[in-house]
């Protein structure tokens, strides 16, 4: 049985069609006090031996309702009960930055694994966070599925550069890069001057009149691709594509990259948003 938290209803379907499993319907509430609810009817009535709950994890509501789907699972007799969270919420904060800090990542990973066999992570930003769990934990990279919406573009891509914004993110264009076929790959020099505020040292690598597509593994604020785009504008690139395996989309992230002059803004459904243009499905599927 697939069990969807309400941020990931479309990638838990997605997952029983390519597993050919039952997908179950929870019940998703709030109380009057701003308590959230949640429940998994099909569980009680007819309890599976094994159930797959796919949360991802956005929100501090998002978290708590994973709980509460887990332990309904458990309360319902589950035995073998796996946690896809395609988007681990808080995992940037792995470490103290400043005396007084939590490890908020290692706080969530704890709680997560009060109730679950095992997990599945989906591109973790580290993949060290994996430590922090109590139970064993898959990592699946979803990086390669963002070459499907390349090869459909009705202008294909020519001579294409895969950038990212950082040399942490490399590999991740060197996938991209890899799964379309051709094309080079390079990085930027990123500094992270406050949360929203990001300055691009950019590279050598010839764009004019190149298409690049900026790869990252998570746009937030949009501060970083924004600025990456503004500096390969000025630097005369052709199309600028940028793409990410988890659309966050904060704040104003969707207008930043539209006035930095974007070609196109997508990503996978490892978070549910109007850009989930590819299904992070297949590899997940792989290792359930
Ligand atoms: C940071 O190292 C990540 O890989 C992303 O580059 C970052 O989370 C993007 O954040 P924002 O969109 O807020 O610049």
């Not at 509430?29 to 159930?51: K, N, S």
């Not at 704890?110 to 997990?119: C, E």
């Not at 501060?223 to 503004?230: D, I, N, Q």
Request: net charge negative; aromatic share 4%.
């Amino acid at each position: 049985m697939i069990v969807p938290g309400s941020r990931s209803q479309a990638l838990a379907a997605a997952l029983a069609t390519t597993l050919d499993d039952t997908l179950a319907v929870p019940e998703f509430d709030r109380f009057p006090d701003g308590e959230t609810f949640a429940a998994v009817p099909a569980a009680g009535t007819d309890t599976p031996e094994r159930a797959v709950v796919v949360a991802a994890t956005p929100s501090n509501d998002a978290y708590v309702e994973l709980l509460q789907l887990q332990d309904a699972l458990r309360e319902a007799g589950v035995e073998s009960l796996v946690t896809v969270i395609p988007y681990m919420g808080y995992a940037r904060q792995d470490k103290v930055f400043e005396p007084g800090q939590p490890i908020s990542a290692r706080a969530m990973a704890r709680a997560v694994s009060t109730s679950t066999d095992r997990v599945v992570l989906v591109t973790p930003h580290e993949p060290a966070v994996r430590e922090f769990f109590d139970v064993p934990v898959d990592i699946v990279d979803a990086a390669d599925r963002l070459a499907v919406p390349l090869a459909g573009l009705d202008t294909p891509l020519d001579d294409p550069l895969f950038l990212s914004p950082d040399d942490g993110a490399i590999d991740l264009a060197r996938a991209v890069r890899d799964a379309h076929g051709a094309g080079d790959t390079d990085y930027f020099e990123k500094t992270r001057h406050s949360g929203t505020e990001v300055s691009i040292e950019p590279s050598d690598a010839p764009v004019e009149g190149r298409d690049v597509v900026i790869t990252d593994d998570i746009i937030a604020t949009g501060s970083t691709m924004a600025e990456s785009v503004a500096v390969l504008r000025e630097r005369g690139a052709d199309r600028i594509f940028t793409a990410c395996v988890h659309p966050l989309l904060a704040r104003a992230a969707r207008t930043k990259l539209e006035a930095a002059g974007v070609e196109r803004v997508y990503g996978t459904d490892t978070l549910e948003r109007d850009v989930s243009v590819v299904s992070a499905a297949p590899v997940v599927a792989d290792v359930l």
